[in-house]
């Protein structure tokens, strides 16, 4: 009978872990929108509770150099291409000591070559540029890593950590990364 317990407890420990793995495995999905020149894709991960879901443009590096004929260093940046990136979450998110409510925003970023900042806007259903001066609901610093193989598409990517999780973005040989927290 022990063994039975200690077998049952096992498969139920395995089945509880397996489903919180799938439950963090995002979902992507390229979309149809608009006439841009770039895929649209919309990812969706569940971290911690939290429902979260990025939509944006992916843009193709096509040879062209991060700072210099791309994502130009010190200009604030759409993070994408074409509308502007929106993240939805049901939770609010605690990037550094920003905090964001639940419900749809748009991301920004502010690229340098050593340090990015990530910019969090209150306008929501624009066109990605011009940056919307003055909409911002905050900005958090973000790390710049290097990646160990060339990313030629733009992406989102969302790990989960026993903290929260943590948002990339990343693109060529470049992640900029920020942890997060999830409340709520």
Request: zero cysteines.
């Amino acid at each position: 009978m022990f063994r039975r317990i200690a077998v049952g407890s096992v498969t139920v420990l395995f089945l509880a872990y397996a489903a919180a793995l799938a439950a963090q495995q995002p979902t992507t999905k390229q979309l149809k929108v608009g006439g841009g020149g770039s895929p649209h894709m919309q990812s969706e991960w569940t971290i911690h509770g939290a429902h979260i879901t990025i939509t944006y443009g992916s843009p193709y590096l096509k040879g062209r150099t991060l700072g210099k004929e791309v994502v130009p260093f010190g200009k604030e940046w759409r993070t994408g291409a074409d509308e502007a990136t929106t993240i939805v979450s049901d939770k609010p998110l605690t990037f550094g000591t920003l905090v964001v409510p639940a419900g749809t925003h748009t991301i920004y970023t502010l690229p340098n070559e050593k340090d990015w900042q990530l910019i969090i806007s209150k306008k929501t259903g624009q066109w990605g540029i011009p940056y919307p001066a003055g909409e911002d609901l905050g900005r958090a610093p973000m790390r710049v890593e290097t990646l160990p193989k060339s990313v030629e598409s733009m992406t989102f990517v969302i790990d989960q950590t026993p903290e929260g999780g943590t948002l990339k973005v990343e693109w060529g040989t470049t992640a900029a990364a920020i942890d997060f927290t999830v409340g709520m």
